[in-house]
């Protein structure tokens, strides 16, 4: 199949690999991006694809702590800029507040809910309507505490990337909104090993797997040490992907398990929001958009 510019663009944005690499990778999976990355990641030529993926769309995400109650909230508009009116930040403030006095079971029934005498779904429109562009509520979570736990809270640039956690064995504030800027900073995907689903796991070690046989300093090395070195690359490469394994952003000498353990306190879970991970951004040609506008006007 033709691989086209924009794949081999989006896989090197992935994998940080080259031009040519990445093309060689979009062939021989027949342009599939996930095997691509894979493909790339047994040769050796590229790293872990970073679990945000491409950040594309724009908008704002917003914590909001009402008593035992948590919730992330995220909405999305087409250009940065939108985000910053005034109309945008309150429907994502009235968006917050309905979704964490009601927990919807998901985003459907989150825009029936009732927000200033009128569905939500019906504010969302009305400000398309006023700004001008398409804004859509994304996606929410929505984290419960009991009485001897805390919540952690923390919203990056006025929520770009904005995260929250349960932290229980301390009643000290200021450990769970470090977690909360460790979450946020470094991005995990797991509190720990333990909470890491087994085909996560498997698939890592096959990747790993491959890198060791592709790797021509192991050549001959007996199987048994073969999978040791495997095991130890395994252990290396998920530890970033844990929260308690990561370092600790505020002391390179520490572990967060390690600054946890002396504040006598656990993770329980977190929750992470960046805006527009994942999704794809429209590209504009703005050359090519002054002349469609100059063309119009010259036909009024």
């Known amino acids: 199949m033709a691989i086209t510019a924009q794949q081999v663009k989006e896989l ?52 909001l702590v ?17 985000a910053k009116n005034d109309k945008f930040l309150a429907l994502l403030d009235d968006t917050a507040h309905a979704i964490i006095e009601a927990k ?36 929410f979570a929505v984290l419960e505490k009991t009485d001897d736990e805390i919540f952690g809270t923390y919203m990056h640039m006025g929520g770009t990337i904005s995260s929250a ?9 200021q450990v769970a909104k470090d977690m909360a800027m460790q979450i946020a900073s470094m991005a995990p995907s797991y509190v720990s090993r333990n909470d890491m689903p087994a085909d996560v796991v498997e698939h890592e070690r096959s990747i790993q797997t491959e ?18 070195i495997v095991e130890g690359r395994l252990s290396k490469s998920l530890q970033d992907m844990c929260l308690v394994d990561q370092i600790y952003f505020k002391n390179q000498d520490l572990k967060c398990k390690d600054y946890l353990k002396e504040n006598h306190a656990e993770v329980v879970t977190f929750v992470r929001y960046q805006v527009g991970e994942g999704l794809e951004k429209r590209e504009e040609n703005f050359a090519e958009e002054v002349a469609k506008q100059t063309a119009e006007a010259q036909m009024k």
């Open 12 to 63: 090197r944005e992935k994998t940080g690999a080259g031009m040519m690499d990445c093309k060689k990778a979009l062939t021989e999976c027949n342009g599939d991006m996930e095997k691509s990355v894979d493909w790339l990641r047994e040769k050796g030529i590229a790293k872990a694809a970073k679990k945000q993926g491409r950040i594309a769309a724009e908008g704002l995400s917003k914590v």
């Open 66 to 82: 009402e008593g035992n109650r948590c919730c992330l909230v995220e909405v999305n508009s087409e250009t940065d800029f939108v």
């Open 104 to 139: 919807p079971a998901d985003t459907e029934a989150a825009l029936k809910l009732s927000v200033n005498g009128e569905l939500l779904s019906d504010a969302f429109v009305n400000a398309v309507a006023v700004i001008g562009e398409k804004i859509t509520l994304r996606r």
């Open 165 to 173: 956690v349960v932290v229980k064995g301390t009643a000290d504030g």
């Open 211 to 228: 890198l060791a046989k592709n790797d021509e300093s192991l050549a001959n090395k007996p199987e048994k040490i073969m999978a040791g």
